[in-house]
């Protein structure tokens, strides 16, 4: 087995997929209500 090979390793990359996913989509809806509110504030 040469080294620095991870064998079977789909479910972390599926997981590393799922939290980038989920950190960026909690970052653009943060985003999009703090903008709203500022330009309600104006």
């Known amino acids: ?3 620095g090979v991870i064998y079977g390793g789909w479910s972390f990359v ?10 960026l989509t909690v ?4 985003l ?3 903008l709203r509110r500022l330009r309600e504030e104006e």
Do not use: K, N
């Open 1 to 3: 087995m040469p080294e």
């Open 14 to 23: 599926i997981a590393a997929y799922a939290i980038t996913a989920t950190g």
């Open 27 to 30: 970052y653009a809806w943060s």
């Open 32 to 34: 999009f209500f703090r």
